[in-house]
């Protein structure tokens, strides 16, 4: 199918969820051994999955973490950061060869794992990858332009980028994930995560920007201009998700997005992890507002764009560990705390069937 076509048609399945489902959640939660609202989040949680999957009480049997990397010409030209831009090929293959943080985590909630290359600075070809069921090689280009003189990517290459993110949320569904956790690596993309939420929120740069994986107060500073300058060239509509990935986004937040779109198409649940997919998440409500209904914020992440885009979007997040790593790590933990939602909803007996007196004197 045309991209164009495969875009629009997703699209066109993409539905809100409906409050019914929610109401009658509530209702089975009142049935439950337990005084009334008791599990506190665990209960909101457990609704949202009901109104995603239309059903009480919820599944989440099967989850995946999948992790989006990519390059940036911002770093090809500038210091953005502590870390040189090489490190975000070598973050790959470590995710590969199973010994990242995210790695760990994902043993620990039992999710499967996969990484996508949508756009590093390597060829990967010779590095042995290709055995590997946890990567997904789709490069679009070695690395986006630099927004500080220009738009990140072209309208064909944003369309291609979307469509990678479907076509592996359509590669979830068949395979019956119930929740799908987002991560990211790439050097350089908390700058691009803050071009995208001072221009989405229309705040201002210094207040959305942080210091990401440790810039000091020079790189700070130079990080925050050249953000600064990317939206005064590339003026990107705040209320146009394509127009903002395309200028001041990343393949791989273009990725995250399209990924978001397929998900919610699927009525698979969607849980963010940080500050920078998180921006990518929002940027796919602003192509779609129901994406927003299928969301999770996996945690708090200490970047003070974050608290902007989760009160922008209406959301709570579901833990706060003061986590900044990236790479999917809140978003793999809050897998586990949607599986409890959903265990406590099936697992629990209610009253009539432990025969206890649900009248309060």
Not at 134 to 159: K, V
Not at 290 to 297: H, I, R, S
Request: some cysteine; proline content about 4%.
């Amino acid at each position: 199918m045309n991209p164009e076509h495969f875009l629009a048609d997703t699209l066109n399945r993409i539905h809100g969820t409906e409050p019914e489902w929610s109401d009658k959640a509530a209702a089975h939660h009142l049935q439950l051994t337990k005084p009334p609202g008791s599990l506190g989040t665990l209960e909101t949680l457990g609704q949202q999955l009901c109104a995603i999957q239309q059903k009480v009480p919820p599944v989440i049997q099967s989850t995946r973490v999948l992790v989006f990397a990519a390059d940036h010409g911002l770093t090809r030209n500038h210091a953005v950061g502590p870390f040189p831009r090489s490190v975000t090929a070598q973050m790959v293959l470590n995710f590969v060869r199973g010994g990242a943080a995210i790695n760990a985590l994902c043993k620990v909630t039992g999710a499967s794992f996969g990484v996508v290359d949508m756009g590093v600075d390597i060829d990967f070809t010779d590095c042995g990858l290709e055995t590997s069921q946890a990567f997904h090689s789709h490069p679009i280009a070695p690395g986006t332009e630099d927004i500080s003189a220009g738009p990140a990517m072209t309208p064909d290459q944003l369309i291609q980028a979307l469509c990678i993110g479907i076509q592996l949320a359509e590669q979830c569904a068949r395979d019956k994930q119930q929740a799908v956790a987002i991560g990211e690596m790439g050097i350089g993309n908390t700058s691009i995560a803050s071009a995208l939420t001072a221009a989405m929120l229309n705040l201002s740069v210094s207040d959305v920007t942080g210091r990401g994986s440790g810039a000091d107060d020079d790189t700070l500073q130079r990080k925050v201009s050249l953000i600064e300058k990317a939206l005064e060239i590339n003026q990107p509509d705040s209320q146009d998700g394509k127009d903002l990935l395309q200028k001041v986004g990343g393949f791989e937040l273009a990725g995250i997005a399209g990924l978001c779109l397929g998900l919610a198409r699927h009525r698979i649940a969607i849980v963010a992890d940080g500050f920078i997919s998180t921006a990518a998440v929002m940027a796919a409500t602003r192509i779609h507002p129901a994406v927003t209904d299928y969301v999770f914020c996996g945690h708090r992440s200490t970047e003070p764009g974050h608290q902007y885009l989760m009160h922008a979007m209406n959301k709570q997040p579901m833990h706060d560990l003061g986590l900044r790593l990236g790479e999917g790590s809140g978003a793999c933990l809050g897998l586990t705390l949607l599986k409890a939602s959903a265990h406590v909803m099936s697992d629990m007996a209610t009253f009539a069937d432990a025969g206890i007196d649900n009248q309060r004197s």
